[in-house]
């Protein structure tokens, strides 16, 4: 079998590990931050059959939607608002293994069931949150934390 077909049918740790190299390849050929922001959303989001993979960015005092996979969303988020306004208020990755139980909790689609959100930032400031979502409870954990972590401050 070849050397990629079996990495991607392995496990999450392989193909995080395939992505983020790929990823280094993609940032190594383009500068443009949107247009990286946009190809990561979609090698993620084809990668894990999530939901809905995506950006938002900082614009004043609010998020706004950037570069993203699935379906419409909201297109702005409050500093502290949801767990979007929350990673960024706070300045660090939220896993939410059952957004029901988070306070606050924004259901741009009544089918999200868990989430995490990654700050991407800039001399030490948060400038961008990338949003993962599932249709299931408990997909992401600290796996993903650490990957989406590498792979956000490659941007
Ligand atoms: N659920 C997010 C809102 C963004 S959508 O999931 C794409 C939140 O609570 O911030």
Known sequence: MAEELKIAQGGKNERYD??????????????????????????????????????????????????????????RIAYGKGVCGAAWQRAKTLVIPDVELFPGHIACSSLSRSEIVVPLYRDGRVVAVLDIDSNEVGTYDDIDRLWLERIVALL
């Open 18 to 75: 395939l992505l983020y190299r790929q990823v280094v390849s993609l940032i190594e050929a383009e500068s443009d931050e949107i247009a990286n922001m946009a190809n990561v959303a979609a090698m993620i989001h084809y990668t894990f059959d999530n939901l809905w993979t995506g950006f938002y960015r900082v614009v004043g005092d609010e998020l706004i939607l950037g570069p993203f996979q699935g379906p419409l969303a909201c297109s």
